[in-house]
């Protein structure tokens, strides 16, 4: 039987994951990763040889589980604009600056010089943000910009010059045209620095010799390029219809939704990665489960959670923020939270701030849809919030569109898919 393995890069763990060929999951393996810390505030790197160890790890435990089945490739997703610069044979030549690194700030300013309105680059913490950042410190213009997942396939397979489409958007690859925009030879990037650039699930290699002896798989299984974390979580939700929806429940609020046309919006964070001919358009909140983590405990918010009423909306009208500043579905980076008043019953207080949160997720859907996205056909969830059933018929009440719990929850899963989905025509 054959073997479909997607590596998901996160934050905090790398997580493995082996499907055969009709999607069901015969291994998963996880491993933690070191926190990402930096010498001031805001500033957020990690050691990019602690990734490929955990991924050696991985590998080698999934090895021994399926050493039955003939594993037939490998893809890799990796956090959205996570960025290093290495040398031509992949040593890295700075560390690697996380999607929430805050240092490129100064770079903005250039970028707004010659990049379009409305391109998603045009954020400090984009990838080419943190290149402009990154190439300052550096001696020679002999040097190539790496993400997080193309590090790692190149260590796979040795061919560190590839990205895929999707962690390219935020380099300034244009998705459209397929090509690198000619506005960006205004800021003197290097020919060989950019990557060639492939759609997801398009083999780029086979595993090295020297991947094979670490990692005890087989010399020349196919290496397959991925996307970032998030979409691989679309995929594994399994969104395949024009107008699926996927609202990710973590920490924050995170929308997307599939479309048969780009949506562009930078004002507010939007913006369309492609999946094939067809677009993945989202946008993400600052309001989400943190709030309810500071206000709540998990051991209250289970409890809390088996005496909500759907059914009796509490009229509390809240907007939960932790603090000033929305991104979206409101662009205001002064917007105040709206928690008030508290009522003395702590039930009422946690239904106001899930029903908060829901009506937040009714007008991103909204707006998306005003931009020219399609009207959602349904919803599916992930994250820790999914799991909860009375806040899911609220959700459905509040936008009144079916919703749905996603059987799949692991972005690992998605990029599995794209693993077969290189193979299995």
């Known amino acids: 039987m054959k073997i479909f393995i997607g590596i998901d890069l996160g934050t905090s763990g790398c997580r493995a994951i082996a499907i055969d060929n009709t999607g069901t999951v015969k291994s998963v393996m996880t491993s933690p990763l070191p926190l990402s810390v930096g010498k001031k505030p805001g500033q957020r790197q990690q050691?990019?040889?602690?990734?490929?160890?955990?991924?050696?790890?991985?590998?080698?435990?999934?090895?021994?589980?399926?050493?039955?089945?003939?594993?037939?490739?490998?893809?890799?997703?990796?956090?959205?604009?996570?960025?290093?610069?290495?040398?031509?044979?992949?040593?890295?030549?700075?560390?690697?600056?996380?999607?929430?690194?805050?240092?490129?700030?100064?770079?903005?300013?250039?970028?707004?010089?010659?990049?379009?309105?409305?391109?998603?680059?045009?954020?400090?913490?984009?990838?080419?943000?943190?290149?402009?950042?990154?190439?300052?410190?550096?001696?020679?213009?002999?040097?190539?910009?790496?993400?997080?997942?193309?590090?790692?396939?190149?260590?796979?397979?040795?061919?560190?010059?590839?990205?895929?489409?999707?962690?390219?958007?935020?380099?300034?690859?244009?998705?459209?045209?397929?090509?690198?925009?000619?506005?960006?030879?205004?800021?003197?990037?290097?020919?060989?620095?950019?990557?060639?650039?492939?759609?997801?699930?398009?083999?780029i290699g086979r595993l090295s010799q020297q991947a094979a002896t670490v990692t005890h798989l087989k010399c020349g299984i196919p290496i397959v390029a991925g996307t970032t974390d998030s979409n691989a979580a679309f995929i594994a939700a399994g969104a395949v219809e024009m107008g699926d929806a996927v609202t990710s429940l973590g920490s924050t609020l995170v929308l997307k939704i599939l479309s048969d046309k780009p949506v562009f919006a930078a004002e507010y964070g939007v913006y369309s990665h492609r999946l094939g001919e067809q677009w993945l358009v989202g946008g993400a909140s600052n309001s989400g489960g943190a709030v309810l983590s500071h206000y709540f405990t998990d051991t209250e918010i289970v409890s809390l959670t088996q005496d909500l009423q759907p059914d009796k909306p509490t009229g509390l009208n809240y907007y939960p923020l932790l603090q000033p500043g929305e991104r979206f579905p409101i662009s205001d980076a002064d917007y105040s939270p709206r928690l008030l008043p508290r009522p003395e019953s702590d039930l009422l207080f946690f239904q106001g701030i899930l029903e908060g949160i829901a009506s937040i997720e009714n007008e991103g859907y909204r707006l998306l849809q005003r931009l020219g996205a399609p009207k959602p056909q349904r919803i599916i969830s992930m994250g820790g919030g999914a799991f909860n059933e009375p806040w899911r018929k609220m959700r459905e009440q509040i936008m009144g569109i079916p919703v749905v719990r996603a059987n799949q929850q692991e972005a690992a899963y998605g990029t599995a898919l794209l693993a077969m989905k290189s193979i299995v025509k």
């Open 47 to 203: 050691e990019p040889e602690h990734w490929w160890q955990a991924v050696i790890k991985l590998l080698r435990k999934i090895s021994e589980a399926c050493s039955n089945h003939s594993i037939a490739a490998i893809a890799v997703d990796g956090t959205s604009s996570t960025l290093l610069l290495s040398d031509r044979h992949g040593n890295p030549v700075t560390p690697a600056l996380m999607y929430n690194d805050s240092r490129s700030r100064e770079s903005l300013s250039t970028l707004k010089k010659w990049a379009p309105e409305g391109s998603p680059v045009l954020n400090a913490n984009s990838s080419l943000a943190k290149l402009l950042h990154l190439r300052q410190n550096l001696s020679t213009n002999h040097y190539l910009a790496l993400h997080q997942a193309d590090w790692i396939i190149g260590k796979l397979c040795g061919n560190f010059s590839v990205s895929d489409e999707n962690n390219a958007l935020k380099l300034g690859y244009d998705p459209i045209r397929r090509e690198w925009p000619a506005w960006m030879d205004a800021l003197a990037i290097p020919q060989q620095t950019l990557p060639k650039v492939v759609p997801s699930a398009t083999i």
